[in-house]
Nanobody, 125 residues
Framework: VQLVESGGGLVQAGGSLRLSCEASGFTFDDYAIGWFRQAPGKEREGISFINTPHNRQYYAESVKGRFTITSDNAKNTMYLQMNSLKPEDTAVYYC???????????????????WGQGTQVTVSS
C-alpha cells in the first residue's frame, strides 16, 4: 500500500496550487480519504476529506471556500485544489486514507491507516 503525493511548491499569496495523491495497493471505494497539514511547531491539522462510502465532503473552517477536494476513482488519485493561498497555509501537506472512519473521527489523524510522504507548500507574502 502506498500513497504518493506531488504538486507542492512555492507560491505567492493569492496564488494557487494543486496537490495530487496517487494510491496503490487499495482502492478508495471503502475508505475515507483526504488531506492533513502540519506547520512547524504545530499539530497536524485535518483540512479536507471525502468519506467515499457515504459520498460526503468535509472542510476545515480555515480552508472552506478556498480549497476543493476531488477524487478520480478510476485513477485511484485524489486532488486538493488550493486557491487564494495565504502565508498561514504554509505547511507540509499529507494525504491519508482510512477504512471505516466515522464522521466523528474524520479530522483525527490517528484514525487513518495510510499516509503519503508529505509535500511542502510555501506561501510567500
Amino acid at each position: 500500500v502506498q500513497l504518493v503525493e506531488s504538486g507542492g511548491g512555492l507560491v505567492q499569496a493569492g496564488g494557487s496550487l494543486r496537490l495530487s495523491c496517487e494510491a496503490s495497493g487499495f482502492t478508495f471505494d471503502d475508505y475515507a480519504i483526504g488531506w492533513f497539514r502540519q506547520a512547524p511547531g504545530k499539530e497536524r491539522e485535518g483540512i479536507s476529506f471525502i468519506n467515499t462510502p457515504h459520498n460526503r465532503q468535509y472542510y476545515a473552517e480555515s480552508v472552506k471556500g478556498r480549497f476543493t477536494i476531488t477524487s478520480d476513482n478510476a485513477k485511484n488519485t485524489m486532488y486538493l485544489q488550493m486557491n487564494s493561498l495565504k502565508p498561514e497555509d504554509t505547511a507540509v501537506y499529507y494525504c491519508a486514507a482510512g477504512w471505516g472512519i466515522s464522521e466523528s473521527y474524520i479530522y483525527v489523524a490517528r484514525a487513518y491507516d495510510y499516509w503519503g510522504q508529505g509535500t511542502q507548500v510555501t506561501v510567500s507574502s
